[in-house]
């Protein structure tokens, strides 16, 4: 992220923009918006520079530029055709620490406008940092679309009782929740309708209800963050991550769908690899109590789906024990996202007519597992946490009834763009030069199926 968003008070801001073109013009229409004082610098004026000053808040000089007109000045815009001009003058904003921008030519700018959608009191602001302005222009129209012209009233309506609010509810999660519960329901729907006095009437009655409660009560959410790739999660875990209080996340939880959980949530990491637990799991079941308890509410996110070897079940067992209300949300579990995004068919009526999932390091770590029920024909076998016992699992399945010339798969990091599939056989894969590139989170897929990704192998 090169450019830093912010927003700045504009309230007393002194602005100065030299060039009055059509350019100018823009930037002066933008900024007439908001409250800043802008003087206007210019040898020559178009049509739109000198309707726009006619307002109060535009102070128009017709002359060359000088360096006196950069003295009190906090903000520049410079819009000349003079390129030599342009230079001189972000030299000389520059040497006195001022935000300037020279239009159109991003290297010489301290400061980028954004594109805007403007909802007052509610300003969205959007911007590419001048790579992809045809990208922007779509997702600004997009969004546009997307959100009502009357959004402005919900919020000046929660301008109006913020501080109502902050003196009936003395926590910062008491009040969230309170917002939430007015946004999401009806009160919000007379605001926009216009229905104002029914609004406030109904906004009043519900604050006096949360002020009396004694303690918000917390609750967990196991959300299942699938295997990898953000477009596949599902809208209620998008939905709950952006409410979190608290996010408790494992190591398969990608960066990219760990951006998308609220920004001033807690976040706390318990990562676990085969061995090396950061956190142990009896500790991580007691940090979900604990958060719970404090009134919060707490997203227990997981890679993949959390009843699939994620250990859900353990953590609600500990979390019923201790009273604490919660709710559990399925991700695409990693088998499924790994088989889809490799070209595997985890099923297929020619090759497979069944699939099992097992686990390849068990809770002593051993691999004993079931070796006669796993090695049956027309069945697909997905091992999770496999591939460092990977010589053990080929040994025992060939060991068990399945041909050495079984097809094996290897997929690591599944269906994100850092994926990789290698494949070989039962006989072969454990001598297979790539092996030693492969590395966890990888999952093991064994079975006739497998014979297809070359075929079916999309993705890549």
């Known amino acids: ?24 013009a823009r930037k002066l229409e933008l900024l007439l918006k908001s409250p800043a004082h802008i003087t206007v610098v210019a040898p020559e004026v178009c049509t739109t520079v000198r309707h726009l000053a006619e307002s109060d808040q535009v102070t128009l000089v017709e002359r060359a530029f000088e360096e006196s007109d950069l003295d009190s000045r906090r903000m520049v815009f410079v819009a000349t055709s003079d390129e030599a001009l342009n230079a001189d003058i972000h030299k000389l904003a520059t040497q006195r620490n001022m935000l300037v921008n020279v239009v159109d030519n991003t290297p010489l700018c301290g400061f980028i ?34 959100l009502p012209a009357n959004l402005s009233k919900l919020g000046s309506f929660s301008e109006r009782f913020r501080e109502k609010v902050k003196q009936s509810l003395s926590t910062v999660t008491e009040r969230r929740y309170f917002w939430e519960s007015v946004l999401e329901g009806d009160i919000a729907e007379e605001v926009t309708q216009g229905n104002d006095d029914k609004a406030e009437q109904k906004f009043l009655a519900a604050l006096e209800d949360a002020s009396e409660q004694k303690q918000t009560e917390g609750q967990v959410y196991l959300v299942g963050a699938g295997p990898g790739d953000p477009d596949l999660l599902t809208f209620r875990a998008l939905r709950l991550m952006q409410k979190a209080d608290v996010v408790v996340y494992d190591r398969l939880v990608s960066p990219q769908i760990l951006e998308l959980v609220r920004r001033d949530a807690e976040k706390i990491y ?45 953590e609600i067992e500990t979390l019923l024990a201790a009273g604490i209300s919660f709710q559990v949300v399925p991700g695409i579990t990693a088998a499924a996202g790994a088989g889809a995004y490799a070209g595997i068919p985890l099923t297929h009526r020619d090759h497979a007519q069944s699939v099992v999932f097992a686990t390849g390091h068990l809770k002593d770590g051993t691999i004993d597992l079931n070796w006669q029920g796993l090695a049956q024909g027309n069945q697909t076998i997905v091992f999770y946490m496999g591939l460092t016992g990977l010589p053990i699992i080929c040994e025992q399945l060939i060991k068990h009834g399945l041909s050495a010339d079984t097809p094996i798969a290897l997929v690591q990091k599944a269906t994100t763009s850092d994926q990789k599939v290698l494949t070989a056989t039962l006989s072969t894969i454990v001598s297979h030069p790539q092996l030693s590139e492969m590395k966890p989170p990888t999952l093991i897929i064994v079975g006739c199926v497998v014979s297809l990704q070359s075929k079916l192998n999309w993705f890549e």
Do not use: W
């Open 1 to 24: 992220m090169r450019y830093f968003p912010i927003f700045i008070d504009a309230q007393a801001l002194q602005v100065l923009i030299v060039g009055a073109g059509e350019v100018a």
């Open 270 to 314: 318990v990562g676990k690899a085969k061995s090396h637990h950061t956190v142990p799991q009896q500790d991580i079941n007691q940090i979900l109590v604990d958060q719970a308890k404090a009134g919060n509410r707490v997203v227990r996110l997981k890679g993949g789906d959390p009843f699939i070897f994620g250990r859900g079940g353990e």
């Open 113 to 146: 406008t954004p594109s805007i959608i403007d909802r007052s009191p509610l300003v969205i602001a959007m911007s590419s940092g001048g790579n992809a302005p045809v990208l922007l222009r779509y997702l600004r129209q997009k969004l546009e679309s997307i």
